[in-house]
Each structure stands twice: as C-alpha cells, then as structure tokens.
C-alpha cells in the first residue's frame, strides 16, 4: 500500500480530500480529514491467523455420550463378573457414581466416561463431527476414533 498522493509507503490513514476518499500518508493526511488509520499488511495477517484459529476450534469434534450407555456399562460390568463396588473401585469413583450411571441417573461425564471405557473396554464417547466419519478414515487411513481414545 502507497500514498496516494505522494506514493510512500509509511503508515498510511483513510482521509477525506476534498470530497474524495484516499489513502494517504501522515504528511498527506493534512490537506485532509483523517477518516481511520489504515491496517498494516502486519496487522491484517495477525487478525487473519486469529481468525483461523478460531474456525480450528470450532471444527473440532464435539464429544458426546452415547445414548445407551448404561445399559453397555451394566453389560461390561457383568461380563466381568464385576459388582459395582468393585468397579468404582478400580476407576477411583464411589460406588454411587457407577450406579447413577448405570441408571442412567443424571448424566455422565466425559471425564468418567473415559475412565469405564478404559477400564470395561467399551465406547462410550462419540464424536459429534463429520470430520470424523469412518468412511472418511476408511480412505484416508487416518486413525480411528479408538485409536485416538487410546491415547
Ligand atoms: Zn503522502
């Protein structure tokens, strides 16, 4: 970007000239009515990346319970000939907290879905994203959405 009245390029203001809107350097600007400072090509490229960063933050994968999680709880525990004691135990939580979510009593964290997937072995967490569909991993050989729980 240059003057344009005198084409320097050293920090440049939208001013009203006679009638005329132009981009004009400081020294410019005072034939003039400064309007706005005119952005550096630095200051437009910081704004840009903040904008990028936002639109990665909302493409990232919602996370969210599946609907039947109870009952695939329930399932895992009894398949392991476990009560839920014993496996509120074993994942740190109280015993109440296992039978809350095996009722499908209020709803459950992703924190402590986390841990009963690990422990049980079982899915319980989705992602709510069309970045993640598996056919989409199929073809791209992109992980899993179990692979990247495991981590
Ligand atoms: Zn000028």
């Known amino acids: 970007m240059e003057c344009d009245m005198c084409g ?5 203001f ?17 034939h ?5 400072r005119v952005k550096t090509e630095e200051e437009v490229q910081r704004e840009t990346k903040r904008v990028n960063r936002k639109v990665v933050v909302e493409d990232e994968p919602v996370e969210t319970i599946v609907t039947n999680y109870s009952s695939l709880i329930k399932k895992a525990r009894e398949s392991k000939n476990m009560t839920q004691e014993e496996v509120a135990k074993k994942i740190n939580e109280k015993e109440s907290v296992l ?9 459950l964290s992703i924190a402590l879905a986390r841990k009963l997937e690990r422990f049980l072995g079982i899915k319980l ?14 073809e791209s ?11």
């Open 99 to 107: 039978h809350h979510a095996e009722n499908a009593e209020g709803s």
């Open 8 to 12: 320097s390029s050293e920090q440049l």
């Open 32 to 36: 003039g009515t400064v309007i706005s």
């Open 14 to 30: 939208k001013t009203q000239v006679e009638g005329s809107m132009l981009t004009v350097c400081s020294q410019c600007a005072k």
């Open 125 to 138: 967490v989705e992602f709510e994203s069309y970045e993640y569909e598996p056919e989409k991993q199929a």
């Open 141 to 151: 050989g992109a992980l899993t959405i179990g692979d990247m729980i495991k981590k």
